[in-house]
Structures are given as structure tokens and as C-alpha cells.
């Protein structure tokens, strides 16, 4: 197990799962009595938009790999200087580790399934439709064939915020399953003050045979538009 006196040097490894069970419980206990650690694991939270902003432009066969890469050397130490510089506050901290909990819960899957089919070599057949509401909300979605499912990737615009979306995947049975979900600011995607629409990623469990269609809807049951497959 790392010594106490070397936690602080855990935050990296913690955010990446490469900590043993042991040194992982170890460096929660530690966590939640050291400040520049909270505040060091908060600014990491920042990655996430980045990779999947990264991802946006892969072909989809390609993303997992890309985002398993390993990082090139230093990078981590040179990330986790860049905060200690620039970000001292540990306001809401407590508040930021349960999002990046629950954020990593559901993303573990997918990011597990990208994983196995990525080193299964599996080939990737894709397919894209859209869906526009009345409201002038738009949607389109990318799927891709994978062993585990389907592969998908929502691009969202037209859309006022604030809002907490998910994006359902519906069988021709009348099944659902959510495949992921976000936060929509004030200024919205694809809007007069946001321009730039949505991109985000997640998967089904559904073939896509098996798929009748997606809605992207608020949290509370609202729908805002619905794409045919």
C-alpha cells in the first residue's frame, strides 16, 4: 500500500481507476481530511467534457482506443501543477465529489463496453438519423453495431436551458433504456447565446434491430423531440 505521507500523489491514479481496492479505500479516508486533494480531484472533472469533446471527432471505431491511449509521460504531473497554481478554492467540494461519483457510475459501463469492443476488434457498422419538434428542437443520432449493443452519439441543438436531459432508446416493443444523461445550462445548445450544438456519447443494450426509436427527454418525463431510427 503507498505510504500515508504519499497520497496526495493518488489523485491521478483514483480518477483513472489504477488504485488496488486497498490503496483505493485508503485514499477516500485521506480524501476526506485534505483540501488540496478535494480541490485537485474537483478540477479533474474538467477532463471528462474534453475527452468527449475530443471523441466527437473519431470515427466511432476509433474512440476507444483513442480514449484508452496512454497519456504521454509527465502529463498527469504537469496537469495536477497547473491546478495547484491556479485553483486553491475547496468551495463546494463535497458537492463535486458526489457528481463525479454518480458520473462515474454510469459511465463505467459504457466505458467498459468501448473497452471489450475495442479489444475484440470488432467492425463497426454505422447508421444516422434525425428528428426535429415542433418547438424547434434537433436531434441526431449515430449509431454504431457493437457486440455488447449499440454505440450512440446524440448531437442536440435548439434546446433552451436550464434543463437535466437523457437520451432514451426505445425497442420496437415498447422498452426503454436510458443511454445517457446531461445537464443543459441556462444559455442552452445551438441557441443565440450558445451556438455550438450538444455533442455527448452513451450505448444501449438494444441491437440496432432492435430499436424502434429515441426520445431525448427532461428528467421529469417531458419530451423534447424524437428521432425514428
Known amino acids: 500500500m503507498t505510504p500515508p505521507c504519499e497520497r496526495h500523489l493518488d489523485v491521478g491514479a483514483y480518477v483513472l481507476g489504477a488504485l488496488n481496492d486497498d490503496d483505493a479505500t485508503a485514499f477516500e479516508e485521506h480524501l476526506a481530511v485534505c483540501d488540496p486533494c478535494?480541490?485537485?480531484?474537483?478540477?479533474?472533472?474538467?477532463?471528462?467534457?474534453?475527452?468527449?469533446?475530443f471523441a466527437a471527432d473519431l470515427p466511432p471505431g476509433q474512440r476507444a482506443d483513442a480514449l484508452l491511449a496512454p497519456p504521454e509521460p509527465q502529463l498527469l504531473d504537469r496537469l495536477l501543477a497547473d491546478v495547484r497554481d491556479t485553483r486553491r478554492t475547496t468551495r463546494h467540494r463535497r458537492l463535486y465529489l458526489v457528481a463525479a461519483a454518480v458520473a462515474l457510475i454510469i459511465a463505467g459501463p459504457v466505458v467498459t463496453a468501448l473497452a471489450t469492443s475495442s479489444s475484440n476488434g470488432s467492425t463497426a457498422v454505422s447508421a444516422t438519423a434525425s428528428g426535429t419538434a415542433p418547438a424547434g428542437v434537433r436531434a441526431k443520432v449515430t449509431m454504431t453495431d457493437e457486440s455488447w449493443g449499440t454505440d450512440l452519439g446524440l448531437t442536440l441543438s435548439g434546446v433552451h436551458g436550464p434543463l437535466s436531459c437523457k437520451l432514451v432508446a426505445v425497442s420496437s416493443t415498447g422498452a426503454s433504456q436510458t443511454a445517457t444523461t446531461w445537464a443543459v445550462p441556462d444559455a442552452g445548445y445551438g441557441m443565440p447565446g450558445m451556438p455550438k450544438p450538444l455533442t455527448v456519447w452513451g450505448g444501449t443494450g438494444f441491437s440496432r434491430g432492435q430499436i424502434d426509436h429515441f426520445d431525448v427527454r427532461t428528467l421529469d418525463g417531458r419530451t423534447l423531440v424524437s428521432v425514428k431510427e
Do not use: H, I, R, Y
Not at 478535494?38 to 469533446?53: I, K, N, P, Q, R
Open 38 to 53: 478535494g480541490a485537485e480531484l474537483e478540477s479533474l472533472m474538467d477532463v471528462e467534457a474534453a475527452l468527449a469533446e
